[in-house]
């Protein structure tokens, strides 16, 4: 398991830019909506320590994960943003709805890479248990959303 020996919300603030002239969208699904409001608060109170102000921090709901690309093009598009998160959570089922969502939001959050020179961080848990979710959204593992905060950040001042 990738996260067993990592904890996602650590990080050297000493190795981090400061983040208090840039502008943050947060895009967050409303689906498994525990883990996703998990995820924020770790992304949220990360970009806060890293100098963010709460008024440069703009935050979006969408219905699902699938929809957090469109949301994130929107977002891109409106805001004077630096740097996007799209925050979800698809949690194995019964069916292969599970590997159709993981794979279209993957490559659609890859393709706002690719179309956009605004970074959009992936923070899509794809977990096959709820338990497995909640560790990765403050629980033992640590907090994903921090670590997004994190890349979002390097992200926006990269090359700066």
């Not at 996007?84 to 709805?97: F, L, M, N, R, Y």
Request: hydrophobic fraction near 40%; glycine fraction near 8%.
């Amino acid at each position: 398991m990738a996260t067993a020996n990592k904890n996602l919300s650590a990080y050297d603030k000493t190795t981090i830019p400061n983040a208090k002239n840039l502008r943050f969208g947060i895009v967050v699904s409303e689906w498994n909506s525990e883990i996703t409001e998990g995820l924020f608060t770790g992304a949220l109170e990360a970009l806060l320590d890293c100098g963010a102000k709460s008024e440069n921090i703009i935050r979006w709901d969408v219905p699902g994960s699938f929809e957090l690309t469109y949301g994130c093009k929107k977002m891109i598009l409106a805001d004077k943003v630096d740097a996007v998160i799209a925050i979800g959570s698809v949690i194995q089922g019964e069916t292969k709805h599970f590997d159709f969502v993981c794979s279209a939001t993957a490559q659609g959050i890859k393709d706002l890479n690719v179309q956009f020179d605004t970074p959009t961080i992936f923070c899509v848990l794809t977990d096959n248990t709820l338990l497995q979710a909640q560790e990765r959204s403050g629980g033992k593992h640590g907090n994903k959303g921090a670590e997004a905060a994190i890349a979002a950040i390097k992200m926006a001042t990269l090359g700066v």
